[in-house]
């Protein structure tokens, strides 16, 4: 059965896929599923996640208790797996590979997302720092305790690498966390990954793109005709008035997104078909050694990304009303670091046996660290509450 399976799955595959029979395996062998591809397996085995779960409670931009239709990092990684699934299915692609690593590539999110991160990591600065992608690989090697074989979730080495190197080949000084999982199992972090890595790279990047700009126009930080004006959203705006003239403006402004998520999604498909063709590649393994990605947008589309990109920044995350909550959220991670690192005790029963075999200052607080950024907004506000004594509004 499971070789009919197989032998099913290679049919849709183009040559450069990653296939499921030729993967490098596991960290800790392990009994192949009689109806699941090992990359299947990968994927079920981090929705299955407690830190994939905790998703759904951590802020995308907006604080995730600030309104009910906003994304939180549990939608996004929804949002970013559908998109993934579309292009590596339009690519001949592994699906199942493409959409583990889109699930899995924000596991490391903090509380309060890039605020978070960037107060965690400056109070890390002494102890090696902190990256929410190395901290992603950390959770699914490590941290996420529940079988009895082995710690975090056993997966192929096909999808760590594809969530190490889903951005680009890592050179230079590994954070820690990276350094210390492409120890036990090397990565090859000096050469790109899997088309299904990039591919997921660019499903975040058309998934962001697209919601933030939705969740700011709900949010009041913008109007419609502010985007009309912009480059690719333009035409998309323009489109709908011809089409629909007099459309309803909720209507109106999901139309011109639609179509404007629309032209991400088949420029990406169009551009790598292309520089698939060109490249001949007939292995992943020729996919790695190039040195450049083949999941790209078109050099017109990303002209016009870099401008909405631009936009965004200064009108969405810069925005005032962002910006004075950006400041409340990073106090509460400023507080509770230095409060866990003076009383350890205070954490959770599960983490005690960490904490007693800590050897060392930072061993400590990279405990600390995997405890706080593993923390959901509103747990973070609740433990500043009860610890700290302050109610931190936001």
Known sequence: MRQDLLEKRFKMHAPYATMPDRSRGRQVTE?????????????????????????KHKTQVFVEHEGDNYRTRLTHSIEVGQVGRTIAGALGLNQELTEAVALAHDLGHTPFGHTGEDALHGLMAPYGGFDHNAQAIRIVTCLERHYAEFDGLNLTWETLEAIAKHNGPVVGELPWALAECNAAVDLEL??????????????????????????ALRAGLFSDDDLARLPLLDKAYGAVDRLYPGLDPNRRRHEALRRFFGVMVGDVIGTARVLLAESAVQSVEEVRELDYPLVQFSPEIWAGLKDIRAFLFTRMYRAPSVMEKRAKVAKVVEALFPYFLDNPQDMPERWHADIAAAQGRTALARIVSDYIAGMTDRFALQQHERLIGVKVEV
Do not use: G
């Open 31 to 55: 009994e192949e599923s009689s109806f699941r591809s090992p990359y299947q397996r990968d994927r079920d085995r981090i929705i299955h996640a407690s830190a994939f779960r905790r998703l």
């Open 190 to 215: 000096h050469t790109h990954a899997s088309a299904e890595a990039q591919v997921a790279a660019l499903a975040d990047d058309i998934a962001y793109n697209n919601h933030d700009l939705h969740d």
